[in-house]
């Protein structure tokens, strides 16, 4: 843990919706961007362990997750529901991102050395996040990482069967 940061308990939250297209690029830090792929590489690792499928990478679905953890830094709120852009579906639908199964997995710490694991951890932990990594019925996901000037991190995983 950095002298500087004090690790506080990671909070998590999961979300499962079904139901009915591609975002904007926004500038990476390099760090989140190295960031976002350990934590889909890590949600992969515990599928294939367990038999399942590897998800797909997919670039929409890696934005509007970014989308939403920027939101939730900037904005200052934590939940499933982006209080202007609503909930996921609602937020894939605006996105025009197809979708006929979609879920998704958020996380938010302050000091850890390894917040990708802690994060893969923490989710497998939760039912209803590990319900949500370990769905034979989704297919394609992104990660999205922003980080607040307090250096708080936040990280959105959304899950699509398209």
């Not at 308990?9 to 390099?30: I, N, S, T």
């Not at 019925?137 to 708080?152: I, Y």
Request: proline share 6%.
């Amino acid at each position: 843990m950095d002298s500087m940061h004090r690790a506080i308990p990671a909070l998590v939250l999961a979300c499962v919706c079904r139901a009915a297209q591609p975002a904007g690029a926004l500038p990476r830090d390099p760090q989140l961007v190295s960031l976002e792929r350990q934590v889909f590489e890590l949600v992969n690792n515990e599928r294939t362990y367990r038999g399942l499928s590897r998800l797909k990478w997919d670039d929409r679905l890696a934005a509007e997750a970014r989308r939403q953890a920027a939101n939730m830094a900037t904005r200052y709120f934590f939940s499933h529901v982006d209080p202007v852009r609503g909930d996921l579906p609602e937020r894939l639908t605006k996105a025009r991102i197809p979708w006929s199964h979609c879920a998704e997995n958020l996380f938010q710490e302050l000091g850890y050395e390894d917040p990708a694991r802690v994060a893969a951890l923490d989710w497998m932990k939760s039912p209803g996040h590990r319900a949500n990594i370990l769905d034979k019925e989704v297919t394609h996901a992104g990660v999205g990482a922003a980080r607040r000037s307090d250096g708080t991190l936040f990280l959105a995983q959304v899950f699509t069967q398209p």
